[in-house]
C-alpha cells in the first residue's frame, strides 16, 4: 500500500507515539458531538490514514488523520468498532502477503491498542456515575499474539455500561482469588486460534468448579470464524462476538440510550 512507510523509517520512529497521546485526547471531544454519522460504509481513506498514522506515531500524522475523521464526522465507537479493528486486519493481511514486515505489524498495532485505551478512559469517566449495569471479567488466554480484539470487546462492554475486570494469561491462583473475591455477572474468554481451544477448554473446566454459584461463561474471539460451536468444543454456556448477546446470557438489563449517547 502506498502510504506504507519503509521499514527504516519505522524503526527510527518506533519510539515516537506523541501523535497516539495527542489524536486520543482530541478526538474523544467528538463524545459531545452528536452529529456524527454511524459507519454505513467504512471509508478507504481512513483506514488508509489510521494505518499511515499508526506506522508513523508522530503528532504530525495524527493531526492529517484528525482532521479527515472530524471532516466524515466519525464517532469514537465507529473508530473503535469498525476502523481500528479493520486496519490491524488489513496489516495483518500484509504481513501475511510479504508487502509488510513483522516488526512494522507489531508497532502499528500496538499503537492501535494504545490509542485503544485511551479513548476507553472517556468511556469509563462518562459511566462513573452509573450502577447497576453489572461487572465481567474477561479473559485473555496465555500467549495470545494481539489484544486489540478484547480492547475493542472491553471498551464496547464499558459503552453498554458493564464494569470490565480484563485478565490476560491469569494464573489458576489469580482466577481462585479473583472468584472469591469479587462478584461477575459472566466471564468473556477471547480466542483468536483453534489451538487456543484447549487450554481453554482447562480454562472453563476450572472455574466452573470454583464457582460459587453458576455464572455463564461466553466464549468468543476470532476464533469464530474458525469453529462452528466454540462453546460446545470448551464447555461454555455460549459462543458469539455479539455483546449484546453475551450480556443477554448472563442475565444482565442495559439501558439501550446509555449505549447511545456513549457511542
Request: proline share 3%; aromatic share 6%; glycine share 8%.
Amino acid at each position: 500500500m502506498s502510504d506504507f512507510q519503509p521499514l527504516n523509517q519505522v524503526r527510527t520512529l518506533a519510539s515516537d507515539n506523541s501523535g497516539v497521546s495527542f489524536f486520543a485526547s482530541q478526538v474523544v471531544s467528538l463524545l459531545a458531538d452528536r452529529s456524527v454519522k454511524s459507519v454505513v460504509e467504512p471509508r478507504e481513506q481512513l483506514i488508509e490514514g489510521l494505518i499511515a498514522a499508526s506506522l508513523s506515531g508522530t503528532k504530525a500524522a495524527f493531526s492529517g488523520l484528525l482532521t479527515e475523521v472530524k471532516r466524515a464526522r466519525i464517532s469514537l465507537a465507529a473508530l473503535s468498532d469498525v476502523y481500528i479493528p479493520i486496519a490491524a486486519r488489513r496489516m495483518g493481511q500484509s504481513w501475511l502477503d510479504d508487502e509488510m514486515s513483522w516488526i512494522d505489524v507489531t508497532i502499528g498495532v500496538g499503537r492501535m491498542q494504545s490509542l485503544l485505551r485511551e479513548i476507553g478512559t472517556a468511556w469509563v469517566a462518562d459511566q462513573a456515575g452509573d450502577t447497576g449495569h453489572g461487572t465481567v471479567m474477561l479473559i485473555v488466554p496465555e500467549r495470545e499474539q494481539h489484544t486489540l480484539g478484547p480492547m475493542v470487546a472491553t471498551g464496547q462492554l464499558r459503552r453498554y455500561g458493564v464494569s470490565v475486570c480484563l485478565r490476560i494469561a491469569p494464573s489458576f491462583n489469580e482466577l481462585r482469588s479473583l472468584m472469591a473475591a469479587r462478584h461477575f455477572d459472566g466471564v468473556m474468554i477471547s480466542v483468536a486460534t483453534k489451538e487456543k481451544l484447549e487450554s481453554v477448554t482447562k480454562t472453563v473446566q476450572f472455574l466452573k468448579t470454583i464457582m460459587s454459584s453458576p455464572t455463564p461463561i461466553v466464549v468468543g474471539g476470532a476464533v469464530m470464524s474458525k469453529v462452528e460451536d466454540p462453546a460446545s468444543c470448551t464447555g461454555a454456556d455460549f459462543s458469539s462476538n455479539d455483546i449484546g448477546a453475551a450480556l443477554e446470557v448472563m442475565g444482565l438489563k442495559f439501558d439501550a440510550f446509555c449505549v447511545l449517547k456513549r457511542a
